[in-house]
Nanobody, 123 residues
Framework: QVQLVESGGGLTQAGGSLRLSCAASGFTFRSYTVGWFRQAPDKEREFVAAISWGGDRTLYADFVKGRFTISRDNAKKMTYLQMSSLQPEDTAVYYC????????????????WGQGTQVTVSS
């Protein structure tokens, strides 16, 4: 059974840090691009960051550059999103997704999605 399970979300104050994790199972994780997306209430899901299957290529949304870092451990079938300097506008449900994608920032092409983890940043 294909699964992506996010963890690490929670409540933090502005300026704080969180590390999200995404555990994969049921598919050949090492051959998939992994992306992180987020969705705030009443907003569309938006791209946050992605990492290629080999980890040699990453892409970030402009609004997280310099604050978030994506990484992966293929041996453990894990992907991570280290988030720092968090701001209230970063409050959202964060999803990880895996797929054989061409455009990292587009949701189309991502075949597998997790259920999401809530991140709340207070001012």
């Amino acid at each position: 059974q294909v699964q992506l399970v996010e963890s690490g979300g929670g409540l933090t104050q502005a300026g704080g840090s969180l590390r999200l994790s995404c555990a994969a199972s049921g598919f050949t994780f090492r051959s998939y691009t992994v992306g992180w997306f987020r969705q705030a209430p009443d907003k569309e899901r938006e791209f946050v960051a992605a990492i290629s299957w080999g980890g040699d290529r990453t892409l970030y949304a402009d609004f997280v550059k310099g604050r978030f870092t994506i990484s992966r451990d293929n041996a453990k079938k894990m992907t991570y999103l280290q988030m720092s300097s968090l701001q209230p506008e970063d409050t959202a449900v964060y999803y990880c997704a895996a797929g054989h994608v061409i455009k990292f920032e587009h949701t189309t092409g991502y075949e597998h999605w997790g259920q999401g983890t809530q991140v709340t940043v207070s001012s």
